[in-house]
Protein backbone atom coordinates (compact mmCIF):
# COMPACT_ATOMS: atom_id res chain seq x y z
CA UNK A 1 0.00 0.00 0.00
CA UNK A 2 1.31 3.39 -1.39
CA UNK A 3 0.29 6.60 -0.07
CA UNK A 4 -3.31 7.06 0.65
CA UNK A 5 -6.63 7.88 2.58
CA UNK A 6 -8.41 5.47 4.11
CA UNK A 7 -12.16 4.74 4.21
CA UNK A 8 -13.73 2.37 6.07
CA UNK A 9 -17.22 1.39 6.29
CA UNK A 10 -18.33 0.10 9.35
CA UNK A 11 -21.25 -2.05 9.57
CA UNK A 12 -20.45 -3.13 13.48
CA UNK A 13 -23.65 -3.38 15.60
CA UNK A 14 -21.25 -1.87 18.41
CA UNK A 15 -20.85 1.78 17.24
CA UNK A 16 -24.58 1.82 17.98
CA UNK A 17 -23.49 2.15 21.71
CA UNK A 18 -21.04 5.29 20.73
CA UNK A 19 -22.30 8.76 21.54
CA UNK A 20 -23.69 10.61 18.30
CA UNK A 21 -22.97 14.22 17.59
CA UNK A 22 -25.45 14.36 14.00
CA UNK A 23 -25.18 17.91 12.00
CA UNK A 24 -26.62 18.11 8.58
CA UNK A 25 -24.52 19.42 5.26
CA UNK A 26 -25.38 21.77 2.55
CA UNK A 27 -25.38 18.73 -0.17
CA UNK A 28 -24.65 15.24 -0.98
CA UNK A 29 -24.88 14.98 -4.45
CA UNK A 30 -26.23 12.23 -7.38
CA UNK A 31 -24.66 11.10 -10.36
CA UNK A 32 -23.45 14.10 -10.41
CA UNK A 33 -20.74 14.71 -13.79
CA UNK A 34 -19.53 18.01 -12.16
CA UNK A 35 -18.50 16.10 -9.29
CA UNK A 36 -16.80 13.44 -11.36
CA UNK A 37 -15.31 15.62 -14.16
CA UNK A 38 -13.60 17.99 -11.06
CA UNK A 39 -15.67 20.85 -12.06
CA UNK A 40 -16.58 21.56 -8.09
CA UNK A 41 -12.76 20.95 -7.19
CA UNK A 42 -10.76 17.55 -6.51
CA UNK A 43 -11.96 17.98 -2.53
CA UNK A 44 -15.45 18.41 -2.55
CA UNK A 45 -16.34 19.24 1.08
CA UNK A 46 -19.49 19.69 3.36
CA UNK A 47 -19.86 23.04 5.45
CA UNK A 48 -21.81 23.91 8.00
CA UNK A 49 -23.59 27.14 9.92
CA UNK A 50 -23.25 25.88 13.14
CA UNK A 51 -19.73 24.05 13.35
CA UNK A 52 -16.36 24.20 11.79
CA UNK A 53 -16.32 21.35 9.57
CA UNK A 54 -15.52 20.32 6.62
CA UNK A 55 -15.81 16.89 5.62
CA UNK A 56 -15.42 14.94 2.38
CA UNK A 57 -18.82 15.76 0.17
CA UNK A 58 -19.81 12.36 -0.67
CA UNK A 59 -21.33 11.76 -4.38
CA UNK A 60 -23.38 8.34 -5.09
CA UNK A 61 -22.19 7.45 -8.45
CA UNK A 62 -24.84 4.87 -7.94
CA UNK A 63 -27.55 5.54 -5.47
CA UNK A 64 -28.60 3.27 -3.11
CA UNK A 65 -30.78 0.58 -4.52
CA UNK A 66 -33.87 0.66 -3.22
CA UNK A 67 -36.14 -1.76 -5.19
CA UNK A 68 -37.87 -4.37 -3.88
CA UNK A 69 -36.00 -6.80 -5.25
CA UNK A 70 -32.43 -5.33 -3.74
CA UNK A 71 -31.32 -6.93 -0.95
CA UNK A 72 -30.98 -4.38 2.28
CA UNK A 73 -28.25 -2.94 3.12
CA UNK A 74 -26.42 -3.76 6.63
CA UNK A 75 -26.77 -1.13 9.36
CA UNK A 76 -24.55 0.65 10.76
CA UNK A 77 -22.02 4.05 9.94
CA UNK A 78 -19.28 4.91 7.42
CA UNK A 79 -15.78 5.66 8.50
CA UNK A 80 -14.06 8.13 6.30
CA UNK A 81 -10.40 9.46 6.74
CA UNK A 82 -9.23 11.06 3.37
CA UNK A 83 -5.90 13.40 2.83
CA UNK A 84 -4.19 14.63 0.47
CA UNK A 85 -2.89 17.91 -1.51
CA UNK A 86 -7.13 18.71 -1.86
CA UNK A 87 -7.87 17.34 1.32
CA UNK A 88 -9.35 21.21 2.74
CA UNK A 89 -9.26 19.52 6.37
CA UNK A 90 -7.81 15.89 6.63
CA UNK A 91 -8.54 13.31 9.77
CA UNK A 92 -11.47 10.93 10.95
CA UNK A 93 -15.01 11.47 10.14
CA UNK A 94 -17.66 8.96 10.71
CA UNK A 95 -20.79 9.77 8.41
CA UNK A 96 -24.58 7.47 8.40
CA UNK A 97 -25.51 6.06 5.38
CA UNK A 98 -26.93 8.83 3.32
CA UNK A 99 -23.49 10.66 3.63
CA UNK A 100 -24.33 13.02 6.44
CA UNK A 101 -21.59 13.80 9.04
CA UNK A 102 -22.21 12.00 12.29
CA UNK A 103 -18.26 12.78 14.23
CA UNK A 104 -15.56 14.98 12.87
CA UNK A 105 -12.17 13.10 14.14
CA UNK A 106 -9.73 15.72 12.61
CA UNK A 107 -8.26 17.18 15.76
CA UNK A 108 -5.95 13.95 15.31
CA UNK A 109 -4.41 14.56 12.17
CA UNK A 110 -3.64 12.60 9.21
CA UNK A 111 -5.74 9.43 10.46
CA UNK A 112 -5.61 5.71 8.77
CA UNK A 113 -6.62 2.51 10.15
CA UNK A 114 -9.87 3.88 11.41
CA UNK A 115 -12.56 1.64 12.75
CA UNK A 116 -14.17 0.29 15.55
CA UNK A 117 -12.61 -2.46 17.70
CA UNK A 118 -14.27 -4.28 20.91
CA UNK A 119 -11.57 -3.49 23.96
CA UNK A 120 -12.41 -4.71 27.14
CA UNK A 121 -15.38 -6.19 26.37
CA UNK A 122 -16.85 -2.48 25.07
CA UNK A 123 -16.79 -0.87 21.47
CA UNK A 124 -14.03 1.74 20.94
CA UNK A 125 -12.69 3.49 18.36
CA UNK A 126 -8.83 3.05 16.75
CA UNK A 127 -7.14 5.10 14.71
CA UNK A 128 -3.23 5.46 13.51
CA UNK A 129 -2.16 9.24 13.44
CA UNK A 130 1.40 10.25 12.08
CA UNK A 131 3.60 10.30 9.05
CA UNK A 132 3.29 8.56 5.99
CA UNK A 133 6.67 8.47 3.96
CA UNK A 134 7.66 8.45 0.51
CA UNK A 135 7.90 4.69 0.54
CA UNK A 136 4.13 4.25 1.23
CA UNK A 137 4.51 3.25 4.99
CA UNK A 138 4.04 4.58 8.00
CA UNK A 139 5.64 5.53 11.20
CA UNK A 140 3.61 6.39 14.04
CA UNK A 141 0.92 5.49 17.04
CA UNK A 142 -2.74 4.16 17.66
CA UNK A 143 -4.85 6.06 19.73
CA UNK A 144 -7.95 4.39 21.14
CA UNK A 145 -11.28 6.10 22.21
CA UNK A 146 -14.24 5.03 24.07
CA UNK A 147 -18.07 5.14 23.44
CA UNK A 148 -17.65 9.50 24.84
CA UNK A 149 -15.01 9.65 22.15
CA UNK A 150 -12.13 10.15 25.41
CA UNK A 151 -8.55 8.79 25.15
CA UNK A 152 -8.25 5.18 26.79
CA UNK A 153 -4.68 4.24 25.07
CA UNK A 154 -2.20 5.66 23.11
CA UNK A 155 0.36 3.25 21.86
CA UNK A 156 2.88 2.00 19.19
CA UNK A 157 5.07 -0.81 18.59
CA UNK A 158 7.88 -1.85 20.80
CA UNK A 159 10.15 -2.28 18.60
CA UNK A 160 13.84 -1.73 17.55
CA UNK A 161 15.34 -1.92 14.56
CA UNK A 162 19.35 -1.36 12.95
CA UNK A 163 18.27 2.37 12.79
CA UNK A 164 16.40 2.96 16.27
CA UNK A 165 13.20 2.63 17.98
CA UNK A 166 10.47 1.50 14.80
CA UNK A 167 7.59 2.88 15.29
CA UNK A 168 3.61 1.55 14.37
CA UNK A 169 2.68 1.38 10.17
CA UNK A 170 -0.16 2.40 9.44
CA UNK A 171 -1.47 -0.24 7.50
CA UNK A 172 -3.03 -2.77 10.33
CA UNK A 173 -4.54 -1.73 13.84
CA UNK A 174 -6.34 -4.22 15.52
CA UNK A 175 -7.72 -5.39 18.94
CA UNK A 176 -7.83 -9.40 19.36
CA UNK A 177 -10.10 -11.15 21.65
CA UNK A 178 -7.47 -10.78 24.32
CA UNK A 179 -7.38 -7.25 24.28
CA UNK A 180 -3.90 -7.07 23.21
CA UNK A 181 -3.45 -5.23 19.54
CA UNK A 182 -1.65 -6.67 16.29
CA UNK A 183 0.27 -3.72 14.54
CA UNK A 184 2.46 -3.71 11.59
CA UNK A 185 5.95 -1.38 11.12
CA UNK A 186 9.00 -1.27 9.16
CA UNK A 187 12.18 -1.59 10.18
CA UNK A 188 15.21 -1.23 8.57
CA UNK A 189 17.54 -4.07 8.42
CA UNK A 190 21.00 -3.92 5.60
CA UNK A 191 21.14 -7.13 3.78
CA UNK A 192 22.54 -8.81 0.83
CA UNK A 193 20.28 -7.86 -2.12
CA UNK A 194 23.07 -9.57 -4.62
CA UNK A 195 20.73 -12.07 -5.48
CA UNK A 196 18.00 -10.12 -6.96
CA UNK A 197 20.79 -8.13 -8.46
CA UNK A 198 20.80 -5.37 -5.97
CA UNK A 199 23.81 -4.20 -4.10
CA UNK A 200 25.99 -6.53 -1.70
CA UNK A 201 25.94 -4.15 1.39
CA UNK A 202 22.22 -3.57 0.64
CA UNK A 203 19.54 -2.44 3.08
CA UNK A 204 15.66 -3.20 3.22
CA UNK A 205 12.41 -1.94 4.34
CA UNK A 206 11.75 -5.19 6.34
CA UNK A 207 8.33 -6.01 7.53
CA UNK A 208 7.08 -6.79 10.98
CA UNK A 209 4.57 -8.27 13.00
CA UNK A 210 3.56 -7.23 16.41
CA UNK A 211 1.40 -8.16 19.18
CA UNK A 212 1.72 -6.18 22.43
CA UNK A 213 0.06 -5.77 25.82
CA UNK A 214 -1.34 -2.43 25.56
CA UNK A 215 -1.38 -1.84 29.32
CA UNK A 216 2.26 -2.58 30.18
CA UNK A 217 3.70 -2.37 26.34
CA UNK A 218 5.18 -5.52 26.31
CA UNK A 219 5.89 -7.49 22.95
CA UNK A 220 3.97 -10.86 23.02
CA UNK A 221 4.59 -12.01 19.69
CA UNK A 222 6.83 -10.36 17.12
CA UNK A 223 7.37 -11.78 13.55
CA UNK A 224 10.29 -10.64 11.07
CA UNK A 225 10.01 -11.45 7.42
CA UNK A 226 13.55 -11.33 6.57
CA UNK A 227 13.90 -14.40 9.19
CA UNK A 228 11.48 -16.53 7.54
CA UNK A 229 10.54 -15.32 3.78
CA UNK A 230 13.93 -15.19 1.44
CA UNK A 231 14.14 -11.97 -1.19
CA UNK A 232 13.87 -14.12 -4.16
CA UNK A 233 10.36 -15.07 -3.17
CA UNK A 234 8.59 -11.83 -3.78
CA UNK A 235 8.10 -9.84 -7.13
CA UNK A 236 8.93 -6.40 -5.70
CA UNK A 237 12.87 -5.33 -7.53
CA UNK A 238 15.07 -2.82 -5.81
CA UNK A 239 16.00 -1.18 -9.22
CA UNK A 240 18.75 1.35 -8.18
CA UNK A 241 17.58 1.59 -4.64
CA UNK A 242 18.88 -0.72 -1.73
CA UNK A 243 22.22 0.92 -1.72
CA UNK A 244 21.14 3.00 1.47
CA UNK A 245 18.70 3.56 4.53
CA UNK A 246 17.42 6.66 2.77
CA UNK A 247 17.03 4.21 -0.41
CA UNK A 248 15.97 1.21 1.23
CA UNK A 249 14.10 -1.73 -0.78
CA UNK A 250 10.63 -2.63 0.81
CA UNK A 251 10.97 -6.24 -0.79
CA UNK A 252 8.22 -7.86 1.30
CA UNK A 253 5.61 -5.39 2.25
CA UNK A 254 3.16 -6.30 5.21
CA UNK A 255 -0.37 -5.19 4.81
CA UNK A 256 -2.89 -6.91 6.41
CA UNK A 257 -2.73 -9.25 9.89
CA UNK A 258 -5.75 -11.34 11.63
CA UNK A 259 -5.49 -13.40 14.37
CA UNK A 260 -7.43 -16.55 14.51
CA UNK A 261 -9.34 -18.53 17.33
CA UNK A 262 -6.29 -21.28 17.27
CA UNK A 263 -3.72 -18.26 17.77
CA UNK A 264 -2.04 -18.44 14.60
CA UNK A 265 -2.12 -15.44 12.31
CA UNK A 266 -3.52 -14.51 8.74
CA UNK A 267 -0.91 -12.24 7.00
CA UNK A 268 -0.76 -10.43 3.24
CA UNK A 269 2.19 -9.50 1.53
CA UNK A 270 1.64 -7.32 -1.23
CA UNK A 271 5.68 -7.87 -3.04
CA UNK A 272 5.10 -11.22 -2.76
CA UNK A 273 1.61 -11.83 -3.74
CA UNK A 274 1.55 -14.41 -1.41
CA UNK A 275 -1.14 -14.80 2.04
CA UNK A 276 0.96 -16.70 4.38
CA UNK A 277 -0.25 -17.97 7.53
CA UNK A 278 1.74 -18.12 10.95
CA UNK A 279 2.31 -20.78 13.81
CA UNK A 280 1.32 -18.28 16.58
CA UNK A 281 4.17 -20.03 18.82
CA UNK A 282 7.32 -19.74 16.88
CA UNK A 283 6.65 -17.39 13.72
CA UNK A 284 6.94 -20.80 11.21
CA UNK A 285 4.87 -20.73 8.08
CA UNK A 286 2.50 -23.27 8.37
CA UNK A 287 1.18 -22.62 4.91
CA UNK A 288 1.00 -20.37 1.66
CA UNK A 289 -1.45 -19.37 -0.33
CA UNK A 290 -0.74 -17.71 -3.95
CA UNK A 291 2.88 -16.21 -5.28
CA UNK A 292 6.09 -18.43 -6.38
CA UNK A 293 5.51 -21.04 -3.86
CA UNK A 294 1.94 -21.55 -3.16
CA UNK A 295 0.90 -24.63 -0.50
CA UNK A 296 -2.09 -24.90 -2.68
CA UNK A 297 -3.53 -25.64 -6.31
CA UNK A 298 -5.06 -22.59 -7.20
CA UNK A 299 -8.59 -23.02 -9.18
CA UNK A 300 -9.52 -20.89 -11.69
CA UNK A 301 -9.58 -17.49 -11.30
CA UNK A 302 -8.02 -17.30 -7.81
CA UNK A 303 -4.53 -16.13 -8.63
CA UNK A 304 -3.88 -12.66 -7.37
CA UNK A 305 -0.62 -9.80 -7.19
CA UNK A 306 -0.24 -7.42 -4.83
CA UNK A 307 -3.27 -7.75 -2.60
CA UNK A 308 -4.85 -5.89 0.03
CA UNK A 309 -6.72 -7.42 3.51
CA UNK A 310 -7.13 -11.17 3.62
CA UNK A 311 -9.81 -11.53 6.02
CA UNK A 312 -11.30 -14.80 7.32
CA UNK A 313 -14.96 -15.65 6.72
CA UNK A 314 -15.67 -18.83 8.21
CA UNK A 315 -12.78 -21.14 9.10
CA UNK A 316 -12.92 -24.81 10.13
CA UNK A 317 -10.23 -28.04 10.26
CA UNK A 318 -11.36 -28.90 6.51
CA UNK A 319 -12.66 -25.70 4.85
CA UNK A 320 -12.37 -22.26 5.06
CA UNK A 321 -13.39 -18.96 3.15
CA UNK A 322 -11.77 -15.78 2.51
CA UNK A 323 -11.75 -12.17 1.23
CA UNK A 324 -9.00 -10.54 -0.26
CA UNK A 325 -8.69 -7.64 -2.62
CA UNK A 326 -6.83 -8.52 -5.91
CA UNK A 327 -5.15 -5.28 -7.08
CA UNK A 328 -3.73 -7.08 -10.32
CA UNK A 329 -1.42 -4.23 -10.57
CA UNK A 330 0.48 -1.00 -8.94
CA UNK A 331 2.62 2.15 -10.08
CA UNK A 332 3.73 1.17 -13.75
CA UNK A 333 2.88 -2.22 -13.88
CA UNK A 334 -0.38 -4.29 -14.21
CA UNK A 335 -1.06 -7.90 -14.45
CA UNK A 336 -4.58 -7.98 -15.44
CA UNK A 337 -7.15 -5.23 -17.22
CA UNK A 338 -8.68 -4.42 -13.64
CA UNK A 339 -8.56 -5.31 -9.79
CA UNK A 340 -11.49 -7.25 -7.94
CA UNK A 341 -12.14 -8.22 -4.50
CA UNK A 342 -12.21 -11.93 -4.00
CA UNK A 343 -14.52 -14.04 -1.73
CA UNK A 344 -12.59 -17.59 -1.94
CA UNK A 345 -13.56 -20.89 -0.63
CA UNK A 346 -9.94 -22.57 0.96
CA UNK A 347 -10.26 -26.84 1.35
CA UNK A 348 -7.42 -27.98 3.82
CA UNK A 349 -7.79 -31.91 2.51
CA UNK A 350 -6.90 -31.46 -0.60
CA UNK A 351 -4.66 -28.17 -0.69
CA UNK A 352 -7.04 -26.32 -3.47
CA UNK A 353 -8.69 -23.07 -3.64
CA UNK A 354 -11.74 -22.32 -5.93
CA UNK A 355 -13.18 -18.92 -6.45
CA UNK A 356 -16.74 -18.63 -4.78
CA UNK A 357 -17.57 -15.09 -5.85
CA UNK A 358 -15.31 -11.86 -7.51
CA UNK A 359 -16.64 -8.24 -7.19
CA UNK A 360 -15.54 -6.32 -10.71
CA UNK A 361 -15.36 -2.64 -9.92
CA UNK A 362 -17.99 -0.28 -11.03
CA UNK A 363 -15.61 1.81 -13.74
CA UNK A 364 -13.73 -0.95 -14.57
CA UNK A 365 -9.94 -0.16 -13.83
CA UNK A 366 -6.74 -1.00 -11.53
CA UNK A 367 -6.38 0.70 -8.35
CA UNK A 368 -2.74 0.54 -7.62
CA UNK A 369 -2.18 1.19 -4.02
CA UNK A 370 -4.86 0.06 -1.82
CA UNK A 371 -8.17 -2.12 -1.74
CA UNK A 372 -10.26 -4.30 1.06
CA UNK A 373 -13.28 -6.54 0.83
CA UNK A 374 -15.40 -6.81 3.83
CA UNK A 375 -18.21 -9.18 4.46
CA UNK A 376 -21.13 -8.09 6.20
CA UNK A 377 -23.42 -10.23 8.46
CA UNK A 378 -26.49 -9.82 6.25
CA UNK A 379 -24.37 -11.52 3.45
CA UNK A 380 -23.38 -9.27 1.19
CA UNK A 381 -20.32 -7.28 0.42
CA UNK A 382 -18.66 -3.89 0.86
CA UNK A 383 -15.87 -3.40 -1.83
CA UNK A 384 -13.39 -0.35 -1.22
CA UNK A 385 -10.54 1.12 -3.53
CA UNK A 386 -9.31 3.51 -4.98
CA UNK A 387 -8.74 3.67 -8.76
CA UNK A 388 -5.78 6.28 -10.10
CA UNK A 389 -6.72 9.18 -6.71
CA UNK A 390 -10.04 8.86 -6.96
CA UNK A 391 -11.49 6.86 -3.85
CA UNK A 392 -15.09 4.61 -4.59
CA UNK A 393 -16.34 1.88 -2.48
CA UNK A 394 -18.87 -0.16 -3.45
CA UNK A 395 -21.55 -2.24 -1.52
CA UNK A 396 -22.84 -5.55 -3.51
CA UNK A 397 -25.20 -8.23 -2.62
CA UNK A 398 -24.70 -12.08 -3.23
CA UNK A 399 -25.75 -12.36 -6.65
CA UNK A 400 -22.81 -9.38 -7.17
CA UNK A 401 -25.41 -6.79 -7.64
CA UNK A 402 -23.92 -3.55 -7.22
CA UNK A 403 -26.45 -1.73 -3.98
CA UNK A 404 -24.61 1.45 -4.21
CA UNK A 405 -21.30 2.94 -5.22
CA UNK A 406 -19.92 6.27 -3.01
CA UNK A 407 -17.43 8.67 -4.28
CA UNK A 408 -15.64 10.08 -1.41
CA UNK A 409 -13.34 12.63 -3.38
CA UNK A 410 -11.10 13.06 -6.43
CA UNK A 411 -7.66 13.61 -5.85
CA UNK A 412 -7.52 12.60 -2.34
CA UNK A 413 -4.96 10.14 -2.73
CA UNK A 414 -7.21 6.94 -2.77
CA UNK A 415 -9.59 5.40 -0.24
CA UNK A 416 -9.43 1.66 1.35
CA UNK A 417 -12.32 0.22 3.19
Given at each position: ?35 S ?43 SA ?8 Q ?36 L ?9 V ?39 S ?53 I ?38 R ?20 G ?69 P ?27 T ?28
Amino acid sequence: MTLSSLTRFCCSLGLVCLHLLSVRGDSVLFRSNEYSTGALGYGPFQSFFSANYTPAEWNFAVPVNESSSAPSLSTGFIFSAPRGASVLRQGAAIYDQTGSLVWDGSIYGQTLSFSVVTYLGEPHIILWTGTATSAGVGTGYNILLNSKYELVANFTTNLQGETGQTLADFHEAQITSNNTALMTAYPYKSLDLSPIDGPEQGWILDSALQELNISSNDPLFTWIASEHVNITECYNTPGTGGGSVAEAFDYFHINSIEKDDEGNYLISSRHCWTVYYLDGTNGDILWKMGGKNSSFTMGNGTEFSWQHHARWVEKNETYATLTLFDNAGQFGQQQEQMSRGLFLGVDFSNMTVELLQEFLPWNQSISQSQGSVQYQPNGNFLVGLEFGTSGLASYLGQANTVQTVICSGLHNLGLEM
